[in-house]
C-alpha cells in the first residue's frame, strides 16, 4: 500500500511530536513533488510526496537506528516497498542503511534532505524570513561558512547534486525554486498571518 499524503503526514504525527521534524517532513514531502515534476516523473508526485514525508519517521524517537527502525514500521503498516527502500536509502553511507540511492526519488531524496535543512537556517537569517527572496549567491556563502547551521552536512549536499549529476549551484537553485512553491516552507511573516 502507498499512503496518501495526508495519510503519510499522519503517520508521520503518530511518531514525532516536535514542530520542527513534523515541519521537516512537511517540507521535504512538498520539495520532493515538485522534483517529481521537474525530473519527469509528474505521475509519481504523490509517491515522492509520500517519501519526503516519511523519511525521518524514526528518527524523533530512535535517533541511534535511524532509517533502520522505520523500515519495520513502515513494513508493520503494510507500506509498500518502494516507499520504505526509498526512505531508507537517505541514510546511505550515514546510517545502518544497506540500501544506496539508485532511483530518481533516491537520489533526490538523499539530495534535497539536508539542503532543505540548511535553506530553513539560511532564511531565518534574512529581514524576510522568506525562500521567496533567497538568492544561489546568499546560499552559497552560507554554505561556504562551516560554522552556519552546522549540522546540514555540507558533504552530503555535495555527494547529493553529485548523485543526480549535478553542479552544487544547480541543486541548491532546483531546491530554492521547489521550496517556493511548498506551502509549508518559509515564506515570511506576512505568509505565516494568512
Request: glycine share 6%; aromatic share 8%; proline share 6%.
Amino acid at each position: 500500500m502507498i499512503p496518501t499524503p495526508q495519510q503519510a503526514y499522519e503517520l508521520l504525527e503518530q511518531y514525532n511530536s516536535d514542530p520542527f521534524h513534523l515541519a521537516h517532513g512537511r517540507i521535504v514531502g512538498e520539495t520532493l513533488r515538485w522534483f517529481a515534476e521537474d525530473m519527469g516523473h509528474a505521475d509519481e508526485a504523490d509517491l515522492w510526496q509520500v517519501v519526503g514525508t516519511l523519511h525521518d519517521l524514526d528518527f524523533e524517537r530512535w535517533p541511534e537506528e535511524h532509517c533502520v527502525r522505520e523500515e519495520a514500521i513502515m513494513r508493520e503498516a503494510g507500506i509498500d516497498e518502494v516507499v520504505v527502500r526509498a526512505c531508507a536509502s537517505h541514510g546511505w553511507g550515514l546510517t545502518d542503511t544497506p540500501y544506496e540511492p539508485e532511483s530518481d526519488l533516491e537520489r533526490a531524496l538523499f539530495a534535497v534532505d539536508e539542503l532543505t535543512g540548511l535553506i530553513g537556517a539560511a532564511v531565518l537569517m534574512r529581514p524576510s524570513r522568506s525562500v521567496d527572496d533567497l538568492t544561489v549567491k546568499s546560499l552559497k556563502k552560507k554554505f561556504k561558512d562551516k560554522h552556519f547551521a552546522a549540522g546540514c552536512s555540507r558533504d552530503v549536499i555535495e555527494q547529493g547534486a553529485a548523485c543526480l549529476g549535478w553542479e552544487l549551484p544547480e541543486l541548491m537553485e532546483k531546491t530554492i525554486l521547489a521550496m517556493r512553491t511548498a506551502p509549508s516552507a518559509p515564506h515570511g511573516p506576512a505568509a505565516e498571518a494568512e
